[in-house]
């Protein structure tokens, strides 16, 4: 079962977890429609708060990472109530934004913890902040490349040439060509 969570939702639990800056708390946000995103719904982008990641790295020490921020939980914090305890994050988005937020915290204020932060993928979420350079898409969760080339009148092999990809393979925050590059 899907415990979905919007972009305005998502920016109101960082806020509630003791994020107070607008953009911080929109960057947050994109950051968990990154990390745990799901099919949009009428277009409006989700993240999953029920979202289990990081399987194949479970061992000993390390559990699943685990809902909209994909916090990596330690088994031997299991029912201990802290920021990596399994039990206190599953299901629970208010406790995710909390463990974000304390995360955040001890990487120096910064979101440098997530790779969809340092790679720029939340970008694809904030248009209005980081807008695409003219002539070119930000790709989001969902879209393919055949998607894109109708929604821009272009097919996929023009779109394969123009981004000189090497398959129709396409990933969130990717820029594209959407016209002919000069």
């Known amino acids: 079962m899907s415990l979905l ?7 109101d639990l960082l806020h509630h977890a003791g994020i107070k800056k607008r953009r911080v ?34 061992d000993a020490k390390w559990g699943p990472s685990v809902g909209l921020w994909q916090v ?23 406790f995710q934004a909390y463990a974000a937020v304390q995360i955040r915290k001890a990487w120096g204020g910064t979101w440098n913890a997530w790779a969809t932060f340092t790679s720029d993928m939340f970008k694809a979420y904030l248009p209005d902040l980081y807008p695409p350079d003219p002539g070119m898409y930000t ?38 060509f959407i016209e002919e590059p000069s």
Request: with cysteine.
């Open 5 to 11: 969570v919007s972009q305005p939702e998502l920016e």
């Open 25 to 58: 708390a929109r960057v947050g946000g994109a950051i968990a429609l990154c990390e745990a995103p799901v099919e949009p719904v009428n277009s409006v982008p989700y993240a999953d708060a029920s979202r289990l990641g990081d399987l194949d790295k479970v």
């Open 72 to 94: 990596r939980t330690l088994k031997a914090e299991l029912g201990e109530g802290t920021i990596r305890d399994y039990d206190m994050l599953v299901d629970n988005p208010a």
């Open 139 to 176: 790709v989001k969760y969902g879209d393919t490349l055949s998607d894109i080339a109708l929604d821009f009148n272009a097919s996929v092999e023009e779109l394969i040439a123009w981004n000189d990809l090497d398959s129709d393979l396409i990933f969130i925050g990717q820029n594209l």
